[in-house]
């Protein structure tokens, strides 16, 4: 799994926000969530990792499992494998063209899985159920 | 051959990219104002359309528009498989004319494939579809108010009080600018609209 800091550092360029707006917004020193995303820090405690969850729009779970503090079940492992893999097949089956108007560039796995389905929709296959 | 020729023909969308290409040959790639001139005729787009309009207009061009919830990051979404083409648009807009402008943003996208199938992208080396297909969105949404200005102007100008005449050119000049400067700045209030519900939740 990508490590904590660029993970953090990926999920605030998806956003499109500089470290000042994040501690306007998180109310989180910029040197520390510098620090952080250069891994020169261990992943903050997971009430900061709350604020900082609601500022980059993401679930406060994931930032705790890639954080570390808790582990993904693995009906949610399987289940996110199993978006990814077929977003895959989506994203590189040359018959199917997409686009989409994005705020950022984060695809979320709600994404992926809504691009997937609407392959499903399109081509009348089913990715999501069997596997890709 | 020839019923391959029909099936290719039969699409409005690739039909519509024929004609474009075949006007703009000696200048390809044609500018995104251009473009969206043409677009904005051909698909009989109006500055205010219900939503079913649109639906209906699109249906007319063989795409398939909804308004659905999406997920937060998308604001629309577009795909193409065979002869199936689907735009899908967030139903949660809540910057006046973003339909429209997402609309286009789309649709422009779905040209640029029709453009590339018939060998004429549009796009250079460097050039990002998707920074066009704002320009394209913002011009598309110009074009549409243009189209309507002299009607406009006609009715105001027959008024047959002078102070009526001055009042209606006052309030046409009026909302023209506003509307004009919503084309250009649209993107910026989506951003302000997205930043204040990013607030809005984390105080909640």
Known sequence: MENFGSYMRRLRKSKGLTLKQVETQAKVSNAYISQIERGLRKPPHPDILKRLAKTYDVPHRELLVVAGYLEEDSEAIAARRNV???????????????????????????TKRFIVEMYEKLTQRSLLKEGA | M????????????????????????????????????????????KTFLTRDKLIELCLSKRVNLSFVELPPELRGFNCSYQD??????????????????????EFREVLENGFVELGHSTLGAGDSLEVRAEHFAMSARMMVVAREIPA????????????????????????????????????HFEEIESQTNRQRYIRT
């Not at chain 2, 474009?20 to 790639?29: D, G, L, Y």
């Open chain 2, 152 to 187: 406009y102007l006609d009715t105001v100008s027959n008024a047959e009080s002078t102070w009526v005449r001055y009042l209606g050119f006052g309030v046409l000049g009026f909302v023209g600018l506003v509307y004009l400067l919503s084309c250009v700045l649209l993107p």
């Open chain 2, 84 to 105: 199936k083409t689907e735009v899908v648009i967030t139903q949660h807009e809540t910057v006046l004319g973003a339909d429209l402008h997402n609309i286009s943003h």
């Open chain 2, 2 to 45: 020839e019923l391959l020729t029909g099936e290719i023909e039969a699409s409005p969308i690739v039909g519509f990219c024929k004609s474009v290409i075949s006007r703009h040959t000696e200048t390809w790639p044609p500018k995104e104002e251009a473009l969206a001139e043409e677009f904005v005729e051909w698909l009989g787009l």
């Open chain 1, 84 to 110: 990814e893999k077929a977003f895959e097949h989506v994203r590189t089956d040359p018959s199917f063209k997409q686009g989409t108007r994005l705020k950022g560039t984060h695809l979320s796995l709600e």
